[in-house]
């Protein structure tokens, strides 16, 4: 759990280039397609339930590290892995834990936007960790 704790990030005040948050949100900006690229690998993968909950109104619903390997490969994963300094399996156990989460926090009203701007990344990891240091851990 001290792992995972610091892919979270709570504790020494890591700059935003280095959160787990940042990595995740990058994830969701440099995929090919952004946030319809990513619903499209999702899908692919049989998954499609799962993305599709985060971006709709309703409740989002869980999913696995192993999903998250499923759906972004075992080389992504493991570039989040080895620049937090912890195994796969914990990356994409929080990547499983966090995606989720910016997914929904950038589709407020139920609809993917059609495109997902540096600029707009930018704001959405600023907003992100802002409601992170607010959250008691």
């Given at each position: 759990l001290d792992e995972i704790g610091k892919l979270a990030g709570s504790g020494d005040g890591n700059s935003a280039s280095s959160s787990p948050i940042a990595a995740i949100t990058q994830i969701l900006c440099d995929h090919p397609g952004g946030?319809?690229?990513?619903?499209?690998?999702?899908?692919?993968?049989?998954?499609?339930?799962?993305?599709?909950?985060?971006?709709?109104?309703?409740?989002?619903?869980?999913v696995s590290g192993d999903q998250i390997t499923q759906v972004l490969g075992n080389t992504q994963i493991g570039q989040i892995a080895q620049k937090f300094g912890i195994t796969p399996e914990m990356a994409s156990s929080a990547v499983a834990q966090y995606l989720p989460q910016i997914i929904d926090h950038?589709?407020?009203n139920g609809q993917a936007p059609e495109g997902v701007l540096l600029s707009q990344c930018e704001?959405?990891?600023?907003?992100l960790l802002n409601s992170q240091k607010s959250t008691p851990q």
């Open positions: 946030l319809s690229g990513l619903a499209q690998a999702f899908d692919q993968q049989g998954l499609g339930h799962l993305i599709s909950s985060w971006i709709g109104t309703d409740q989002n619903l869980p950038i589709t407020p704001s959405i990891l600023s907003s």
